[in-house]
């Protein structure tokens, strides 16, 4: 079993690293992967060995889709789900006002539109959520 990592690091295994790699970024890449590791808690430089190490055993066959994941990425998933379910919240609370007010009055609100452009928008942040997951599960 590895070692308990410190905070932004990758946890280390047992085995002694002894080669060290070097890699060059644009700006643009290295903003992508500072806003990336930084979600994830991460270093950059252990955000970029875990991500190659990562695609390496997908290329190799090594990687296994069964393989149970971290806690770090079940955290992670419980932070992503209880995000769309809050904001599903929001959009059944919105979509109870404009229902309550079309009741009351026989017509629609002014903000009708908006919390139906709302809806839509959540709706396909949700799907495409839901696909992202599904294909990370292939």
Known sequence: MGTKAKRGHRPHSDVVRTRRREALFTPDENALIEQA???RGLKA????AAAAVE????ETGASSTTAPATTHELRELTAQVRDLRRLLGNVAGNLNDVARHANS???LGQNADAILDFTRRTN???????MQMLRSLR
């Open 45 to 48: 430089g252990a955000f970029i």
């Open 124 to 130: 396909m942040r949700i799907d495409a959520w839901l």
């Open 37 to 39: 590791s930084a979600r």
């Open 55 to 58: 695609v390496a055993k997908t």
């Open 105 to 107: 009055t026989g017509e």
